[in-house]
């Protein structure tokens, strides 16, 4: 049992370390007209909602689990539902960490695109957006919501099958 928490927690953190070596912005720019400014943003926002999209299913199957785990079930079948969470957050934690790259990537072309080309290069909003975010620190909601409330939820996992004996 303490093998399986111990192996998990392993994978984990070799996970971890290895998105982290894997995380690096793109520094080429593209030459984009106009039109290949609109067509990019169009592609953040498409890529930003597929990614919340299978956020929330797996936001969702970390509730049920949770539920599933409180029934008067036999405790080897809590620690299996335990098991079974912990190995689909493992999963899609580098799922969204590389959806996310790619998200910024993108952003930081139309960034690029700002300060070469000018506000009338870029549609109105993007402008403002880049303003916006340009005067606060900030983890950004879809690193929130895609990677970190994920990584909080493998941890109380993990935390949650140590605990249980």
Same mark, same amino acid.
């Given at each position: 049992?303490? &093998?399986?928490?111990?192996?998990?927690?392993?994978?984990?953190?070799?996970?971890?370390?290895? %998105? !982290?070596?894997?995380?690096?912005?793109?520094?080429?720019?593209?030459?984009?007209?106009?039109?290949?400014?609109?067509?990019?943003?169009?592609?953040?926002?498409?890529?930003? #909602? =597929? !990614?919340?999209?299978?956020?929330?299913?797996?936001?969702?199957?970390?509730?049920?689990?949770?539920?599933?785990?409180?029934?008067?079930?036999?405790?080897?079948?809590?620690?299996?539902?335990?098991?079974?969470?912990?190995?689909?957050?493992?999963?899609?934690?580098?799922?969204?960490?590389?959806?996310?790259?790619?998200?910024?990537? %993108?952003? !930081? #072309? =139309?960034?690029? !695109?700002?300060?070469?080309?000018?506000? #009338?290069?870029?549609? &109105?909003?993007?402008?403002?957006? #880049?303003? /916006? =975010?340009?005067?606060?620190?900030?983890?950004?909601?879809?690193?929130?919501?895609?990677? &970190?409330?994920?990584?909080?939820?493998? /941890?109380?996992?993990?935390?949650? %099958?140590?605990?249980?004996?």
């Amino acid at each position: 049992m303490e &093998i399986v928490v111990i192996v998990s927690v392993l994978i984990a953190i070799v996970v971890f370390i290895l %998105l !982290l070596c894997r995380m690096n912005d793109m520094k080429k720019d593209y030459d984009l007209t106009v039109e290949g400014a609109v067509a990019l943003r169009k592609r953040v926002e498409y890529e930003d #909602q =597929l !990614l919340n999209s299978r956020t929330s299913i797996v936001l969702t199957l970390n509730g049920l689990m949770a539920v599933a785990a409180g029934l008067t079930i036999p405790c080897a079948a809590r620690l299996a539902v335990a098991g079974v969470i912990i190995i689909v957050n493992l999963l899609w934690i580098p799922c969204a960490v590389e959806a996310h790259g790619y998200i910024k990537v %993108l952003t !930081l #072309q =139309l960034k690029r !695109l700002l300060k070469t080309k000018g506000s #009338q290069a870029i549609p &109105i909003d993007e402008c403002i957006r #880049q303003e /916006f =975010l340009a005067n606060r620190c900030r983890i950004g909601t879809t690193r929130f919501m895609s990677i &970190i409330i994920p990584g909080l939820l493998l /941890f109380g996992w993990v935390v949650a %099958l140590v605990l249980a004996k």
